[in-house]
């Protein structure tokens, strides 16, 4: 894989995690580039496109998209698994996952992506052990000096398996 | 749910996100930035947790689009941090926003190797994922030694060893010459059998990777592979815990075993090739079992290891019952209601239809594919269906398949028309049975899609139709019905001028196309047309002055006017007036030599079919051509081999109105000679000149390029008899590639320097030429010529030369070469060639010198039937004694002079040496020049040896 990208509907990158080196410049304007292929295609369209030399593999999720490039090689039906693991991961970390929780919590969300996928490869496919190790982390961290009650996110929170929610504060 | 951001980072989160606009947003954001950077330069030193929170807030802020450019030596400085979340911030921020700040990277680098040196599993971890998260070349520096011991050191963890192999691999991606292949390459396969199916998944893409360059050294991992995927694709769906995913065992681990295994041709091991046909039909039956689940998570996996079977079916392509199984497991899918599965299914199809076993089996669902071009709503899918058919079409298809491409043509996405015209117009040349067909098509093609048709896809029409006399009259009524119409393509009008101006005479007996008609439904045209085609109906009406003498003055007339001599562009301008006075001043001889019909074009390789390669890529259409023309002999040989050494765009500037220098394009009429046939023999000398060594050998090499990387097919087809009585040379060259030989022999070793020349502009990566000794080199599994390379440098810089060493030891003698496969990625896509090393037995030849008596006397002692081979053939080339002795010393015996009674033959006489054996041999030629005809008897102590050696010579004459 070469990257991956999250995005809302309104097209704000939620999370980006490149593979290749690239520079800041040339991120961008991919970004910029797969925000708008992606966004432009209608919701029952086939979940593969060809673009530049790459594969890209893409799924929307209530209001984020996931989008995957990989190479001419590789697997595109794995690779939607692959994405679809990485909701599963977030969703058992976070409880019934939204897009606020990957804003507020990117850091996790980097956390739990490096331990399910490590240089654009799967590292370790069972749920169970990705959350263990990121449950140790947590485990070692100082006691929170601050606690943040996640009511208030709660109710503006979407199941990201439910329609989508608008997150317009 | 555990708290990640200290609250005032979420505070802020939520401050940002519920800015009105974007301009709030900014000013917010320039605002905490100066506090974070008064915060970093204040006096006061920051504690640890302050400043996890503060470059968390730049990170944050990164993220949401904006740049960052301090922070660094902070997060640098949070790395050292004894507490964990600390040390995960800084991490973190390295990973997203590393600059190759030199300085930096060095306290980076020494913060990291505190950690690998921490045996703390989890700091570990961290490194390692900030090593394959960065993947610079620094980095690869200092640990790219280190990381392997990690890996397969006894003690380690078993997530530490998954990071380490992937944090392997993406340093092996970015710099491959700084890890060093040694004795741990040989531990790591056997991680392939490791218990924790986690450490095997992240082991099995490493291995990927590494064997991919250096399939020699791990090649042991085919069979430990095919026993893995054995016992996971057998096994019940609860077996693997938590490793099933959707009851589906291990999808991802099977995907990637599957991967390593197309690195390699199918197993020579007849039990480890059992094994593994007995996974991919498991794989394939439980296609057709009814789904354990309802969930599309369930189906994706299944599919996604089916479709990775079917690339190693096809890959291997070997197994013409796995092949067509395949195939009808594709065609299922194309008619399934996922989209996805049915885009898949073109996808895969299309690499299917080029394996002769299934060529037949996938033109079977045309209809299907036909349909799916009408009816998918989805561009992309259209696109692969197009693909497909371009893949499928051959000479019984052919009309139908670009009747529908036509078809689909009238309504396709602007963005695939160009891509789809250049299709049909290869199609129509290709398999055009009938040329008025293939006229037909492109003029349909003009009026289709005008604006798509390039200009070699019309240089082409006319070059065919300039060479096939039999057409020219058809083409020339059809252009001008077309020409009939009110508003017409400019292509057309380019097109029509050209091809009236060679033969409207052809249809000029016709009342309703008599010439003044032909030139004024030319220049009724004229005006709404841009300079060049101006210019080229200019050229038209000076060859009409001289097809139809009668309409001679109202030419002049036309050329005469002030919008023609005194046109403010100065090529207009230059060609009415120079064609004016020719046809004033020239005499009927003089103007009929000038102006005489076009002679035939050189025939070479379709430019259509260079652009289309330059489009999608060099390797994507070859594949397709290659196949095909081995299938179906091409019509008007427009594709042969040795013209694919013509330059990169032979489209023949017709009458140089392209980019060619003006005072070129049109010479004064003064210096007479020819002034449209100087033009063009221009360009015609810029594509003569061939590479040196194109051999008519050349010819027989076919060379296959392949979309898949790994998809290895062999070309056994004896390219390489040039060699067989020389050791230099060019042993192969395409548009993009040369290769070179120098090579040398003594008693039963050799020496071979291979040089490869990169003759692109552009660097070739990935580079990776393999000598494989394929099944036939083995004796009761024994190698018969050992063969050692050295790797070469992955990326070739464009116009450079490479040079690898192979070292030869004969062990015993043989009868096939070795096979050197070329990979690497040019422009985005993988080229994949084979041929054949020319390594023959007869190199290891050592001359020697006897008298004729001595000569008859061994003759009589070989006199046992078996050890005689004789060859009776026809002279190939012409019969001269000279070169005929050149060539037998060449092959490797002594030439013996006066033994043989009759001066007219050739007797030879020598030693093959093997590490195991010498092997005498004695060979006769006698040529017959009335009958032109040869007898080459051959004998030697051992029948396999007087065969190949017969078989070797025998191709010479």
């Known amino acids: ?169 | 749910m555990t708290e990640g951001c200290p609250k005032h980072c979420i505070l802020m989160c939520v401050l940002l996100i519920s800015g009105k606009s974007k301009e709030a947003e900014i000013k917010r954001i320039n605002k905490e930035l100066a506090n974070i950077r008064s915060k970093f330069k204040g006096d006061k030193a920051l504690d640890g947790y302050s400043k996890k929170k503060y470059v968390c807030k730049l990170l944050f802020i990164f993220l949401l689009g904006h740049d960052i450019d301090f922070g660094h030596m902070e997060a640098v400085n949070l790395l050292s941090s004894n507490r964990y979340t600390e040390k995960q911030i800084g991490y973190l921020f390295i990973s997203v926003l590393v600059n190759s700040n030199s300085e930096l990277i060095r306290l980076i680098n020494n913060a990291i190797k505190n950690d690998l040196a921490s045996r703390n599993p989890t700091f570990m971890g961290l490194a390692l994922h900030c090593i394959a998260n960065v993947g610079s070349r620094e980095m690869a520096e200092a640990f790219a030694g280190e990381i392997p011991k990690i890996l397969v050191a006894g003690d380690t963890m078993d997530s530490v060893k998954q990071s380490a192999a992937l944090c392997l691999l993406r340093l092996y991606r970015t710099s491959p010459d700084l890890v060093p292949m040694g004795d741990w390459t040989s531990r790591v396969v056997h991680l392939l059998n490791d218990q924790h199916l986690g450490v095997v998944t992240a082991a099995t893409s490493l291995i990927t990777t590494l064997a991919q360059k250096n399939p020699e050294e791990f090649k042991t991992s085919v069979s430990l592979a095919v026993s893995r995927l054995s016992r996971i694709v057998t096994s019940a769906s609860t077996d693997l815990q938590d490793y099933t995913y959707y009851f589906v065992p291990a999808p991802w681990l099977s995907v990637k075993l599957l991967r390593l295994l197309q690195c390699y041709p199918p197993p020579e091991d007849p039990a480890v090739r059992g094994r593994l046909t007995e996974c991919l039909e498991t794989i394939l039956n439980k296609a057709q079992e009814p789904p354990k689940s309802k969930k599309v998570q369930h189906s994706n996996a299944k599919n996604a290891v089916l479709f990775e079977a079917i690339s190693l079916i096809i890959h291997h392509d070997s197994e013409p019952n796995l092949l067509v199984r395949a195939c009808n497991q594709l065609g299922q899918f194309l008619q399934h209601r996922e989209t996805n599965l049915r885009y898949l299914a073109l996808e895969s199809m299309c690499t299917l239809a080029s394996s002769e076993f299934s060529h037949e089996a996938v033109k079977t669902h045309i209809e299907t594919v036909i349909n799916a071009l009408k009816t998918e709503r989805d561009v992309s899918v259209r696109q692969r269906a197009v693909d497909l058919l371009y893949a499928m079409c051959d000479r019984s298809n052919a009309q139908q398949i670009v009747a529908e491409m036509l078809n689909y043509l009238e309504t396709a996405d602007y963005s695939i028309r160009e891509e789809i015209v250049l299709k049909v117009a290869i199609l129509a040349e290709k398999y055009a049975v009938d040329y008025t067909w293939y006229v037909d098509t492109i003029l349909n093609l003009i009026r289709i899609a005008g604006d798509y048709v390039s200009e070699e896809v019309w240089y082409r029409v006319i070059q065919i139709v300039i060479n096939r006399d039999d057409v020219q009259g058809y083409a020339a009524k059809t252009v001008f019905e077309a020409l009939q119409a009110p508003a017409c393509h400019e292509n057309l009008v380019k097109v029509g001028g050209y091809i009236l101006g060679e033969f409207g005479n052809l249809i000029a007996g016709d009342p309703r196309s008599s010439p003044l008609i032909q030139f004024n439904l030319l220049h009724s045209k004229f005006h709404l047309c841009s300079v060049p085609t101006r210019a080229l109906l200019l050229s038209t009406y000076i060859k009409f002055v001289n097809l139809f003498p009668e309409i001679k003055t109202t030419i002049q007339d036309v050329l005469r006017s002030d919008s023609q001599l005194k046109n403010a562009d100065v090529e207009l301008q230059q060609r009415a007036v120079e064609y004016l006075r020719l046809s004033t001043i020239a005499s009927t001889d003089i103007l009929a030599t000038v102006l005489e019909e076009m002679p035939p074009f050189p025939e070479r390789e379709s430019s259509i079919l260079a652009k289309l390669k330059k489009k999608k890529g060099p390797g994507t259409v070859t594949d397709l051509e290659e196949i095909k023309k081995e299938r179906s002999s091409d019509m008007n040989g427009s594709a042969e081999p040795a013209s694919v050494n013509s330059t990169p765009s032979p489209s023949a500037d017709l009458l140089g109105l392209g980019a060619a220098p003006l005072t070129n394009s049109a010479p004064p009429p003064s210096s007479s000679g020819s002034l449209l046939v100087d033009v063009f023999s221009d360009s015609a000398s810029a594509v003569a000149p061939l590479a040196p060594g194109s051999d008519d050998n050349f010819n027989n090499l076919s060379v296959k390029t392949e979309k898949k990387p790994h998809a290895i097919t062999f070309s056994f087809v004896p390219a390489y008899s040039m060699f067989v009585c020389k050791n230099n040379g060019v042993l192969f060259e395409n548009q993009l590639l040369q290769i070179g030989l120098k090579s040398e022999f003594r008693q039963n070793l050799g020496r071979m320097f291979i040089f490869y020349g990169n003759k692109t502009s552009t660097q070739f990566l990935n580079f990776t030429p393999t000598v494989i000794c394929s099944d036939d080199l083995f004796l009761n599994h024994f190698l018969c010529l050992n063969l050692q390379t050295k790797p070469v440098d992955p990326t070739v810089d464009g116009g450079a030369q490479v040079q690898q060493v192979v070292n030869i030891e004969c062990v015993s003698d043989f009868m096939e070469a070795p096979i050197l496969n070329i990979q690497f990625r040019y422009g985005g896509t993988f080229q994949n060639l084979s041929v054949k090393l020319p390594i023959t037995l007869n190199k290891f030849f050592q001359p020697t010198e006897m008298s004729s008596q001595d000569f008859f006397q061994r003759w009589k002692q070989l006199s046992n039937p078996k050890q005689e081979v004789q060859n009776i053939f026809k002279a190939k080339h012409p019969m001269d004694a000279e070169i005929t002795k050149a060539k037998i010393i060449g092959f490797g015996s002594a030439l013996l002079e006066e033994v043989d009674p009759n001066p007219a033959n050739f007797v030879g006489a020598g030693i093959i040496h093997t590490k195991t054996t010498q092997i005498g041999c004695l060979l006769r030629l006698e040529p017959n020049l009335q009958a032109q005809m040869y007898r080459l008897t051959l004998r030697t102590s051992k029948e396999a040896v007087s065969q190949r050696l017969c078989e070797l010579l025998s191709e010479q004459f």
């Open chain 1, 1 to 169: 894989m070469q990257f991956m990208l999250l995005f809302s509907r309104q097209g704000k990158l939620r999370l980006q995690k490149w593979y290749v080196p690239l520079s800041d410049k040339e991120k961008k304007k991919i970004t910029r580039e797969l925000v708008q292929t992606v966004l432009a295609r209608k919701p029952k369209m086939c979940s593969f496109l060809e673009w530049r030399d790459l594969k890209i593999v893409y799924k929307r999720y209530a209001s984020l998209y996931f989008c995957c490039a990989i190479e001419d090689q590789d697997n595109e039906l794995i690779t939607l698994e692959i994405i679809h693991r990485y909701v599963e991961l977030l969703d058992k970390y976070f409880g019934s996952v939204c897009e606020l929780d990957i804003i507020f919590n990117f850091e996790k969300a980097y956390f739990i992506l490096d331990e399910f996928l490590l240089g654009g490869e799967v590292q370790e496919t069972s749920k169970k052990n990705v959350l263990k190790a990121i449950e140790q982390a947590d485990l070692l961290q100082e006691v929170s000096k601050f606690s943040f009650s996640g009511q208030s996110i709660s109710m503006v929170g979407c199941d990201l398996k439910k329609a989508p929610v608008s997150l317009s504060l």
